[in-house]
Every structure is written in structure tokens, then in C-alpha cells.
């Protein structure tokens, strides 16, 4: 009775906080349930719901970063009403909305690899696969084990932060900078801040040739996200020296979170220190 009554796609509000809450999900134990207020008055995050009269049949959002770039995601269907589009046109009308918005450059979406629903609904939405990644926390350091070597030499200076970023545009991840754990985008100036600079520690190699940077963030709990830009973690001297101090120098309990590439994942000697998990495929385009 309810597909019968008329069709309607808005911004959420806290008003429909209940509404979502209703919705059965293949989700168990949703995230979502518990930041949605958070979501709601996020200045970045916009959430849209598909409705049925008073029924959230569907579920989508996007994420704004800074430069201009667009991340889609918090997809969530209605169980009983699967089969009916209501995902893909709920993502076509946030794409149009994206794609009239001046200040937006880049749409994007982060899936698993394995989700071929996921992946068919954006590839019909016109967005085309970028890389591949692995996102891996560590569970056990005695494990890891990499070429030995001297702690890399930190560096202080903005504008030299910058510049190392900046050159490595073209890299073994995809061309792509882990901005946040779970979102990976394109490495381009106008995303990165000073401040993002300020907060992040860089430590570059003795020979210059490599540089790696950390910076903390928080998804259900701490992680110092390592972002490091090529396939050799495991040959490149002091390495992995470099990291287990930063990790020793914090005052707080944190994991250590690092996006690896097929080829990189797939050059790791023993994957028991890690927790491994599928990879995720990120999708997008350039307006």
C-alpha cells in the first residue's frame, strides 16, 4: 500500500530522526543511529531521504571537503522495499544537485570491493573506478617486522609540507591522499589547508627520496592514520621505526591506521599484525 502514495526526495531533518530509526536496514548495530543528530547539524554533511508518505524507504548523503571536493556515502535502504530503484534515484538526484553546485569539482564514493550492488549503482550513476585501496589497523606489532634503519628527520616547516605532498600528485595509491580514514580523495592543493598541515606530522627519509605523514583521527576510536605514498613499507629503512615511535610518543591509546595498495598489500610479508578486511574501491569524476 505504501509503494501507492506519492513519491518525495528531501533534506533530513531532525524530524525524521524517528523515521530512520524505523527503517529496517541490513545494517546491525548502525553507526548512523547514533551520529544522526550529529549529521543533522554538521555544516559538511547533508543527508537526503526517498519517502513514501511518512515511510523512509531510503537513505543518502554526501560529505563536502575542502576544495570543492564531494564524497557520497551513508547509504541505507528499506529491507522491505528492496528492488525498486529507490537507492539509485535517490543518488541520482543528490548527483544532480552536486553537479549544479558551483563550488563542487569532483563527485566521489568509497565501497567495498566486494559489494557488487554498490558498485553497479555508481558505475550507472556515471562514475568511473579510481583505485583500490586496503585499510589496515594494526593488531600486533611483533609481527611487522621492516628493514631496520634511523628515525626519519621531522619536519616543522608549512610550506615544505606542502611542497612534499604536492609532489607526490602522481603516486602507488592511485594518485589519491587518504584525507580521512575511509576517505581516500585526489590530491589536489585546494583541499589542504595550513591547519591541516599544522595538525599533521611529517617525517621524511635520510635520503630525501621518501617522506611518510600522521595524523590523528577518530572513527568509533583513536588512530594515528599513516599516509605513505609507495609500495615499498616493508624494504625502505626505518620505516616502520618511524612509526612505532610516534606511536610510543603518544600520551593517549591509539591505533595506527595505513591505506595500502593492491600491490602493496599484496608485498606484505606476514598479515597477522594487521586486521585485515576487504578493500575498498573508490569511484569519481571530475565536473
Same mark, same amino acid.
Given at each position: 500500500?505504501?509503494?501507492?502514495? &506519492?513519491?518525495?526526495?528531501?533534506?533530513?531533518?531532525?524530524?525524521?530522526?524517528?523515521?530512520?530509526?524505523?527503517?529496517?536496514?541490513?545494517?546491525?548495530?548502525?553507526?548512523?543511529?547514533?551520529?544522526?543528530?550529529?549529521?543533522?547539524?554538521?555544516?559538511?554533511?547533508?543527508?537526503?531521504?526517498?519517502?513514501?508518505?511518512?515511510?523512509?524507504?531510503?537513505?543518502?548523503?554526501?560529505?563536502?571537503?575542502? +576544495?570543492?571536493?564531494?564524497?557520497?556515502?551513508? &547509504?541505507?535502504?528499506?529491507?522491505?522495499?528492496?528492488?525498486?530503484?529507490?537507492?539509485? $534515484?535517490?543518488?541520482?538526484?543528490?548527483?544532480?544537485?552536486?553537479?549544479?553546485?558551483?563550488?563542487?569539482?569532483?563527485?566521489?564514493? @568509497?565501497? @567495498?570491493? *566486494?559489494?557488487?550492488?554498490?558498485?553497479?549503482?555508481?558505475?550507472?550513476?556515471?562514475?568511473?573506478?579510481?583505485?583500490? &585501496?586496503?585499510?589496515?589497523?594494526?593488531?600486533?606489532?611483533?609481527?611487522?617486522? +621492516?628493514? $631496520?634503519?634511523?628515525?626519519?628527520?621531522?619536519? $616543522?616547516?608549512?610550506?615544505?609540507?606542502?611542497?612534499?605532498?604536492?609532489?607526490?600528485?602522481?603516486?602507488?595509491?592511485?594518485?589519491?591522499?587518504?584525507?580521512?580514514?575511509?576517505?581516500?580523495?585526489?590530491?589536489?592543493?585546494?583541499?589542504?589547508?595550513?591547519?591541516?598541515?599544522?595538525?599533521?606530522?611529517?617525517?621524511?627519509?635520510?635520503?630525501?627520496?621518501?617522506?611518510?605523514?600522521?595524523?590523528?583521527?577518530?572513527?568509533?576510536?583513536?588512530? *594515528?592514520?599513516?599516509?605513505?605514498?609507495?609500495?615499498?613499507?616493508?624494504?625502505? /629503512?626505518?620505516?616502520?621505526?618511524?612509526?612505532?615511535?610516534?606511536?610510543?610518543?603518544?600520551?593517549?591509546?591509539? *591505533?595506527?591506521?595505513?591505506?595500502?595498495?593492491?600491490? *602493496?598489500?599484496?608485498?606484505? /610479508?606476514?598479515?597477522?599484525?594487521?586486521?585485515?578486511?576487504?578493500?575498498?574501491?573508490?569511484?569519481?569524476?571530475?565536473?
Amino acid at each position: 500500500m505504501v509503494e501507492q502514495q &506519492l513519491i518525495q526526495i528531501r533534506k533530513l531533518t531532525m524530524n525524521d530522526y524517528d523515521a530512520f530509526k524505523q527503517m529496517k536496514t541490513s545494517v546491525e548495530d548502525d553507526y548512523i543511529v547514533r551520529i544522526f543528530p550529529d549529521l543533522i547539524h554538521s555544516e559538511n554533511q547533508i543527508l537526503y531521504g526517498l519517502f513514501s508518505g511518512e515511510t523512509l524507504l531510503a537513505m543518502a548523503g554526501y560529505t563536502l571537503f575542502p +576544495g570543492g571536493l564531494a564524497m557520497l556515502g551513508r &547509504l541505507r535502504s528499506n529491507m522491505h522495499f528492496l528492488s525498486n530503484g529507490h537507492a539509485t $534515484d535517490l543518488l541520482t538526484y543528490i548527483m544532480e544537485k552536486l553537479r549544479q553546485d558551483p563550488s563542487v569539482i569532483w563527485i566521489g564514493a @568509497n565501497t @567495498n570491493e *566486494g559489494n557488487a550492488p554498490a558498485r553497479r549503482v555508481l558505475e550507472k550513476l556515471g562514475l568511473a573506478p579510481i583505485t583500490t &585501496l586496503y585499510s589496515l589497523t594494526i593488531k600486533d606489532k611483533k609481527h611487522i617486522q +621492516g628493514v $631496520d634503519g634511523p628515525i626519519w628527520t621531522k619536519i $616543522d616547516s608549512i610550506k615544505q609540507k606542502r611542497e612534499l605532498l604536492l609532489s607526490v600528485q602522481n603516486n602507488d595509491l592511485g594518485g589519491v591522499f587518504p584525507f580521512e580514514c575511509y576517505y581516500p580523495l585526489p590530491l589536489v592543493d585546494s583541499l589542504i589547508s595550513d591547519a591541516y598541515l599544522e595538525d599533521s606530522i611529517f617525517y621524511q627519509s635520510p635520503d630525501q627520496k621518501r617522506f611518510l605523514t600522521i595524523k590523528k583521527d577518530r572513527k568509533d576510536e583513536w588512530y *594515528g592514520h599513516v599516509k605513505y605514498f609507495w609500495n615499498d613499507h616493508f624494504e625502505t /629503512p626505518g620505516f616502520w621505526n618511524t612509526v612505532f615511535s610516534y606511536l610510543t610518543k603518544q600520551s593517549d591509546e591509539i *591505533g595506527i591506521w595505513i591505506d595500502f595498495s593492491k600491490q *602493496g598489500f599484496h608485498q606484505i /610479508p606476514n598479515r597477522a599484525g594487521f586486521d585485515v578486511e576487504d578493500p575498498w574501491m573508490l569511484y569519481g569524476q571530475f565536473k
